[in-house]
């Protein structure tokens, strides 16, 4: 099983669409960072979390420590937010940062 | 300036060949990070600078050879790489080596032929 699990995997949704993105961690952490990654290959950072809620724009990252699971919402979504969003943790034993295996968002039209 | 950047962009080379790969910073970020990511995957730590030394290698091969210079400057050597070396690598810095936010560049996309 692998220590940080995203779902779902592939999302698909029309333009205006609410979109919630779900990791689930089984590790010990003193961070968690969502990522946005593009087709092109570029990496952008999109939250570091290590309680509570963030706000960005559209974006909204919360984590609940105690249940080990974070979220990742897009509130009316837009094709230019289509990307593959990844979700790592940085473990608190080893320093170590563990990534999930992302979940590929795409926005229709 | 809040960017990180990789050259080159793509790589090809062959298995004989040595090319470098660079990154720079210009943020003061005092931890470098090299990752690779193959396709449809997510990325891998490959090595970790903390202030300019060598903090993480998680047992990458030695024809991979990375170099700190300076505080804002990290070159990934490469030497007789195999086809199943291609691979987007990415670079990224943060602040600190702990609990800090990382910033990645761009990625080279290299091809071993």
């Known amino acids: 099983k692998n220590e940080v699990e995203q779902s779902p995997q592939n999302l698909t949704a029309q333009e205006g669409e609410f979109i919630t993105i779900n990791c689930s961690y089984s590790v010990g952490i003193s961070a968690l960072h969502w990522l946005q990654q593009h087709p092109g290959g570029g990496i952008v950072s999109l939250f570091m979390?290590?309680?509570g809620k963030k706000k960005h724009g559209r974006l909204i990252a919360t984590i609940n420590i105690q249940e080990k699971h974070s979220s990742l919402h897009i509130t009316a979504s837009h094709p230019r937010d289509s990307a593959v969003y990844i979700c790592?943790?940085?473990?608190?034993?080893?320093?170590?940062?563990?990534f999930g295996k992302g979940t590929r968002l795409h926005i229709l039209p | 300036d809040t960017e990180v950047t990789q050259t080159p962009k793509h790589l090809v080379m062959g298995m004989t060949n040595k090319k470098s790969l660079k990154c720079e910073q210009h943020?003061?970020?005092?931890?470098m990070y090299w990752y690779k990511q193959k396709a449809k995957k997510p990325p891998e730590l490959m090595f970790v600078y903390s202030y300019e030394k060598l903090s993480i290698n998680e047992s990458v091969p030695s024809r991979f050879s990375p170099e700190c210079p300076n505080s804002s400057l990290l070159n990934l050597h490469l030497h007789a790489l195999q086809p199943e070396d291609s691979a987007l690598y990415l670079c990224?810095?943060?602040?600190?080596?702990?609990?800090?936010?990382?910033?990645f560049g761009p990625g080279t996309r290299l091809t071993v032929t």
């Open positions: 979390l290590s309680s």
């Open positions: 790592a943790v940085r473990s608190n034993r080893d320093d170590k940062i563990i």
């Open positions: 990224a810095s943060s602040q600190g080596p702990l609990v800090y936010e990382q910033y």
């Open positions: 943020m003061g970020h005092r931890a």
